[in-house]
Each structure stands twice: as structure tokens, then as C-alpha cells.
């Protein structure tokens, strides 16, 4: 406590004086007259911190982390939500999570998935083409990629992959929501997903676990090498449209090595794009017949493949026609990117991991999971090597290996584990070291640092725990923005309340603007288990705060035909079907009566003719599972059988006003065999 005394004396007093000079100012600049004085604050957030026992750092890092009411965030980080299905929209530096996107998996706040023609669509689109198409309910989102303009976010579109069923979805991020869902043709699984080329001309997605192509035929384990492939794909994007554009997309098949994280080349190695891989022993498994089990048959020797193709040339081979096509789908076979000089191996050590190229464009940096290194490669050298036709050998395809020895440019020991690497403005790069539970600062080569401490150690921060990726503030394009990293933690053991057997993970934040790092704070993840972030400068971004007319539907993207206008309500008749024209303002549903016959086929288009920002109504059948979100200007379309008859109350299910309770309905289903309906 005496120490406690001291360090209060040198760094609290000038801070918190500095801390309340900052709120008299806005105190001023609101007219108002402050109505304490400095030595009371001082005095009181003394107390504060000596009652709740914080130390100077907890101070410094609180007030870095402490966002006043109605101030917004500086960063926005747009997370995988890992097994949920979801992306996930975190504000930086508060940490605060504001809001989930739904992707992959019902979500009933947004009524996505319980009846609105729209996102059962979108749901449907993804769904696993064999034989009866089955459904999916979930995904496991991993890499979230926003869209670039010359290599730098842009701010306009967020990919993201499922690695479960190898799925890509695009969302607009003019209204954060899901646009197109993708089934990718061919393979089962992805992992190297979603990494965008520099201008977003394709979406890139790298399967992870080999299977017979297309993956719903059978072949045998002991035809791995020769029927089990992995595979890249292309999807080209139509950003006009915002959509993928699946005519002009392509596969390039690989190896079956178990293609790992990808990333696209940038500046000089644009046009290039890299997968790591971590099973080129072709391993098999099968512990319970004596075998070695993956975790060993994958890992038994010291150099796997660092793919490196060149997807400009894929891109003219499959316009020249040479790409075969594989359920309607264009694949360049391995045999031809052989053959026309697309695709290089490169030797990667230890159980490699990770593949991250600088700013530049110049370093490729990837990690060994059993290696206490990060191996840099030079795409220079790469280039050189490739022109020389500088082979160590080729591999059992005959694909050629690059000599290691001449493309690497440096080996940095930042310790045991290494994972990912993103970078800042001054030069230096940050990898989360996972067996350690660390995140290591080091330094590049030429041209960011000339000196004796290129490709050296800087600091390490220990993190709590188990870190898989890290994410830095714009940390993966041409121009890193530094200030601050967030540790993806996939454990959290004993830094939160215990709340059962299943942990949360945990997001740090740390401040990197300072010659040391700093942990400002803990975020607990308790929805799934994140993978990538992505971390944008706010004002990048420019979504909408309502619909920009009236009637709009969020998956076309414009007006809709249907959509109901104010005064245009009806109910009109044919046959067995029966479309309901309704509108929604509070606190009102405009009609209140929906009369149908038991076995009716009913369509609701309902428009939200509401202008007011934040004024969002529910509409919720009981009893019929729908449930849809309005937002204002939506325009929403539910389709379903009347197949249970009865009264059923309608009603909004977003509290919306002071009659919110008010505002509702009766769907009124009358009996087959019963009276006839009042008219
Ligand atoms: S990788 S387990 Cu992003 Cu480190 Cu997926
Ligand atoms: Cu509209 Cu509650």
C-alpha cells in the first residue's frame, strides 16, 4: 500500500488533472460552468482507485478505454463468430459489441430465418446440393475479409466463409446485412477464407480437408493421392451489383495437402496469392487400426508447402478455355496449372501456419506451429527463383518446388507457436505466439528498418490465453494504421466470473502507439469462438441510418414491386392464395383483421413506412414460427400455409412506442368444415 502511495503521488494526480481539464473544456464548450473544482476530482477518483485497489497502469488503461456517453468508438472491428454462424460488430476502443450480423444461422431479433421470403432465400441458396437438398442451420465462420481499393479497406462489403460446408456469404455493409450465400461447387470445406486480390476482384477460399472432387463421390482412403485434391476457388465480385458474379468465378485444383490460411499478394505481389498447407505427407490417420494418428502422420516432416499461384494467368486460362468444368463449374485441373505455370511450392517449416504478406507487398511471413520461428520470404527472391527456374525438385505432381534457401529472407525467434502476423506504421510486425500466450513485436527488413535490429525481437506482451489470431488496426493492407492490437484468445480460464464449464474467450485490447505495449482490457466472447477480425477506421465506414425510400427491399438492394404503400393496403383473393398488402407505423398495423380459410396459401408483403431513425417494428404470428424485422423503409415479404386453423394474435415484436402493446392484430383461420367467414 505504501508503494501505492508513492506511484498515486507521481501518476494519478497529473493524469486525472489532465483528465478533468479535458471535461471542464467540454463542460465549456456546452455553456456550461464546471461545478467542481480540480482538487475534488482528483480527490475523489483517488478514492475511487485506492477503494477499488487499481494501480496506476489500470487508471491510464481505463482512461483510454472509457467511452462517455453518446461518443463513438474510433475503430470498428467486425469479428467471426466461429461456431454461431455470425459476424460479430465491436466498437474499439471500448470493446463494446454492437451488433450481430446474421449469416448462416437463424437469427429472430432480425427475423432473419423465421419467415421472411428474403432470408429463407438466402438460407435456401446455401443449402448442400446432394440429392435432397439439406438444410443447414448453422456455419463456422472464420475469416471475415472487407472489401479493398487498392489494397486498403474501402469499407463497402464484409466477406465471410463457413469452414464447416465451405460457404461464402457477402454482406453490404451500407446496412450490415447478408446479401448472397454461396455454396461453393465442388468441395466440402474451406479454411483459407475469406482473403480479397487488392481491388476485391475475386473472394478467395481455400479448402481445408481433402475429399474425392467433387466431394459427394466416393473414393476410398487408399486412393488419397490419386482421387483426393484440395482446391482454391475464385469467386469473382460484381461490386456494381454487390454480388458474387458465379459464371466468371473459378477453381484452381490442388494437391490433397490440406491447404491451410491464404492471402492475396499486394503492391509488387499483386496478382499472386499464397495457402499454406499442413498435411503434405498425404497422412491418412486411422489410430484405431494402429496407424498414426493425424496429429502425428501431419506433422512428421520438417517442411510442408507454402502454395504460391499466379491468378492473373488462372484467370486468362479459364478465358482461353482451358479449365474443365465440374458440375457446370470451371476447375483449371492440377495437371494444367502444372502445365501452364501457375502454381509453385515453397517449403515451409514447422507444422506451418499463418501466411501474411507485409504492407508492401514484398514479405510473405508464415509460422510453424512446432517452431519457434517466423520464416520471411522475399517475393523478390520468390520472383528471381521462378524466372531462373531455380527447382529444388517437384513433388509428387509434378509441381514444382522452389529452393528454400534462395527465397528466404530471414528466420526471427520470437518463440514457441507462432500463428498470425499483422503490422503497424512504423515498421514493425505482430504475431500472436500461441504455445507461449504471448503477442511478439518485431522488426522488419529493408525498407522499413535498415539497421542492425531488421529482423529482430522487439517485446513480447503475455496474453491471457492461448492466442489464435491477433487483429491490428487496419493491420492487413498497404497502409497499417498502428495504435492498437487485439489478442484473439481462445482461452480465458481464470480472467472472468466463472459462469460453468464452457469459458468465453477473450478479446485484449493493447494500445501499441507507445514504445511498450500495453493491455488496456479484457472483452469476454461468450456467443462462439471467434477466429479473424477485422479492424476498420470508423469513419471508413458509411452505412445507411434508414432505408433510403420507402418500400425497400434489403436483398435487391432497391424498391420493391410489391412493397405496400400508405394507402394501398388490401387484402385481395385468387383461389387458394391470398396476398395481404400491410404497412406497419407506430403504433399500427394497417389492416388489423387478416382473414383466411384453413389450407390458404398466404402472402404478406408488409412495407415499415416509418422515417424515423431507430423506429423498427417486429411482426410476429404466434404460433406459425414467424417472426420479421422492419427497419425503417423495409419493405418485408412472409409466405406461408394457413394449415392450422384457429385465431391467432399478431404483433410487434420491437418495442416501439408507448402503444407498442398496442399494436397488433388477428390472423383469423377459419375451419374447413366450419362457418363461413364474416366478410
Ligand atoms: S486459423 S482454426 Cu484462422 Cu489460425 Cu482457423
Ligand atoms: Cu411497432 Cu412495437
Redesign the pocket.
Known amino acids: 500500500m505504501k508503494n501505492f502511495q508513492y506511484i498515486k503521488m507521481v501518476f494519478l494526480i497529473p493524469l486525472l488533472v489532465l483528465a478533468f481539464t479535458a471535461c471542464d473544456m467540454s463542460n465549456k464548450e456546452q455553456g456550461q460552468d464546471p461545478q467542481v473544482n480540480d482538487a475534488n476530482v482528483a480527490s475523489t477518483a483517488q478514492e475511487i482507485a485506492e477503494a477499488r485497489g487499481l494501480s496506476p497502469d489500470d487508471i491510464t488503461a481505463a482512461l483510454k478505454t472509457y467511452m462517455p456517453t453518446g461518443k463513438y468508438d474510433e475503430y470498428i472491428m467486425l469479428s467471426s463468430g466461429g461456431q454461431s454462424g455470425q459476424v460479430y460488430v465491436i466498437g474499439v476502443p471500448s470493446m463494446r459489441l454492437l451488433k450481430t450480423i446474421a449469416v448462416f444461422t437463424p437469427e429472430p431479433w432480425q427475423g432473419y430465418g423465421y419467415g421472411s421470403k428474403e432470408s429463407m432465400q438466402l438460407l435456401k441458396d446455401g443449402e448442400m446440393p446432394i440429392g435432397e437438398n439439406r438444410e443447414l442451420t448453422w456455419g463456422d465462420t ?2 471475415p475479409a472487407i472489401s479493398e481499393t487498392n489494397g486498403d479497406y474501402d469499407g463497402e462489403f464484409l466477406f465471410i466463409d463457413d ?1 464447416a460446408n465451405a460457404r461464402v456469404a457477402v454482406i453490404d455493409l451500407r446496412d450490415f446485412e447478408t446479401k448472397q450465400i454461396i455454396k461453393t461447387p465442388n468441395v466440402i470445406t474451406d ?1 483459407g477464407a475469406t482473403f480479397v486480390t487488392p481491388n476485391t476482384e475475386y473472394v478467395i477460399q481455400g479448402s481445408q480437408y481433402a475429399t474425392p472432387i467433387p466431394y459427394y463421390e466416393y473414393a476410398d482412403l487408399d486412393e488419397y493421392k490419386e482421387k483426393y485434391r484440395g482446391m482454391v476457388t475464385l469467386f469473382k465480385f460484381d461490386r456494381g451489383k454487390g454480388r458474387i458474379d458465379m459464371s466468371n468465378s473459378f477453381q484452381i485444383e490442388l494437391p490433397p495437402y490440406w491447404q ?2 491464404c492471402d492475396a499478394g499486394k503492391k509488387v505481389s499483386e496478382g499472386w496469392l499464397v495457402c499454406g498447407s499442413l498435411n503434405s505427407e498425404m497422412a491418412t490417420g486411422g489410430i484405431e487400426d494402429g496407424n498414426p494418428p493425424f496429429e502425428a502422420g501431419a506433422s512428421q516432416r520438417d517442411m510442408d508447402y507454402l502454395h504460391l499461384i499466379d491468378w492473373k494467368k488462372a484467370e486468362k486460362i479459364v478465358k482461353e478455355g482451358k479449365a474443365k468444368k465440374i458440375n457446370g463449374f470451371d476447375v483449371i485441373s492440377l495437371q494444367t496449372a502444372v502445365d501452364d505455370e501457375i502454381l509453385y511450392l515453397i517449403p515451409e517449416p514447422k507444422s506451418p ?2 501466411a501474411d504478406f507485409s504492407p508492401d507487398g514484398n514479405y510473405i511471413v508464415v509460422s510453424g506451429k512446432l517452431d519457434t520461428h517466423v520464416t520471411v520470404y522475399g517475393f523478390d527472391k520468390i520472383t528471381k527463383a521462378i524466372q531462373d527456374k531455380n527447382y529444388e525438385g517437384r513433388d509428387h505432381y509434378n509441381v514444382p518446388i522452389l529452393n528454400f534457401n534462395d527465397v528466404k529472407v530471414a528466420q526471427v525467434n520470437i518463440g514457441l507457436g507462432p ?2 502476423t499483422q503490422f503497424d506504421n512504423k515498421g514493425n510486425a505482430y504475431t500472436s505466439v500461441f504455445i507461449e500466450s504471448t503477442m511478439a513485436k518485431w522488426k522488419l527488413g529493408e525498407p522499413y528498418n535498415t539497421g542492425d535490429d531488421a529482423w529482430t525481437l522487439v517485446e513480447k506482451i503475455p496474453v491471457h490465453y492461448n492466442i ?2 491477433l487483429v491490428c488496426a487496419e493491420g492487413d493492407t498497404v497502409d497499417p494504421d498502428g495504435k492498437y492490437c487485439v489478442a484473439l484468445n481462445k482461452w480465458s480460464i481464470d480472467r472472468f466470473s466463472p459462469v460453468g464449464p464452457l469459458h468465453p474467450q477473450n478479446f485484449q485490447l493493447i494500445d501499441i502507439s507507445g514504445d511498450k505495449m500495453q493491455l488496456l482490457y479484457d472483452m469476454p466472447f461468450g456467443i462462439g469462438e471467434p ?2 477480425v477485422q479492424m476498420i477506421k470508423a469513419d471508413k465506414l458509411k452505412p445507411w441510418l434508414i432505408y433510403p425510400e420507402i418500400g425497400f427491399n434489403p436483398l435487391t438492394m432497391s424498391k420493391d414491386p410489391n412493397a405496400t404503400m400508405p394507402g394501398d393496403e388490401k387484402t385481395v383473393r385468387n383461389g387458394n392464395n391470398v396476398d395481404v398488402y400491410m404497412t406497419a407505423i407506430r403504433s399500427h398495423f394497417y389492416p388489423e383483421h387478416i382473414r383466411v380459410k384453413e389450407g390458404d396459401n398466404v402472402t404478406i408483403h408488409i412495407t415499415s413506412i416509418e422515417q424515423a431513425r431507430d423506429a423498427t417494428h417486429g411482426f410476429a404470428i404466434d404460433g406459425y414460427n414467424i417472426n420479421l424485422s422492419l427497419e425503417p423503409g423495409e419493405s418485408s415479404t412472409v409466405e406461408f400455409k394457413a394449415d392450422k386453423p384457429g385465431v391467432y394474435p399478431f404483433y410487434c415484436s420491437e418495442f416501439c412506442s408507448a402503444l407498442h402493446l398496442e399494436m397488433a392484430g388477428y390472423l383469423l383461420v377459419e375451419p374447413k368444415s366450419g362457418k363461413t367467414a364474416k366478410k
Open positions: 472464420h475469416h469452414k479454411h491451410d490460411l501456419h499463418g500463428l498470425h489464435g489470431h477466429h479473424y
